[in-house]
């Protein structure tokens, strides 16, 4: 007899998570919402915390998730870059992985996403998504 609200219970539990609306982000970063999604509403409309200038990103602290756009000046060896956005440089340092087959001359306008790696007299972003901008 114990058992039928007990199944009632737990299938209401496992049915909750399907039932629910996700929230989701509209605003700069913001991925496409699928067809699904659309119907949906909730979340953050604004600007992201992490876009900022390179002369704001020296003065991070170590770990610090940014965005930067700019251009990305000349190499320095294998997996390091000059960067620069107007109001600064830093040196980035881009796994060749981290491209996905993106090719990029000094004149194309990228947007870097990272954190800053800070050493005792160094500073630079560690990248993890690097994208053309238009």
């Given at each position: 007899m114990k058992t039928l609200p007990l199944i009632t219970l737990i299938a209401a539990l496992a049915s909750a998570p399907v039932l629910a609306v996700n929230g989701g982000f509209d605003g700069p970063g913001a991925t496409q919402n699928t067809p699904a999604q659309t119907s949906q509403s909730g979340g953050f409309t604004g600007p992201s915390s992490g876009e900022t200038t390179v002369a704001k990103a020296l003065d991070l602290s170590d770990d610090s998730w940014v965005i930067l756009r700019g251009n990305i000046v000349k190499q320095l060896d294998q997996k390091h870059y000059e960067f620069t956005d107007g109001t600064g440089t830093i040196?980035?340092?881009?796994?060749?992985?981290?491209?996905?087959?993106?090719?990029?001359?000094?004149?194309?306008?990228?947007?870097?996403?990272?954190?800053?790696?800070?050493?005792?007299?160094?500073?630079?972003?560690?990248?993890?998504?690097?994208?053309?901008?238009?």
């Open positions: 040196n980035l340092e881009i796994s060749p992985k981290r491209w996905n087959g993106l090719n990029v001359t000094p004149k194309d306008k990228v947007e870097i996403r990272g954190k800053i790696d800070k050493d005792w007299n160094s500073r630079e972003v560690e990248v993890k998504q690097i994208q053309l901008i238009k």
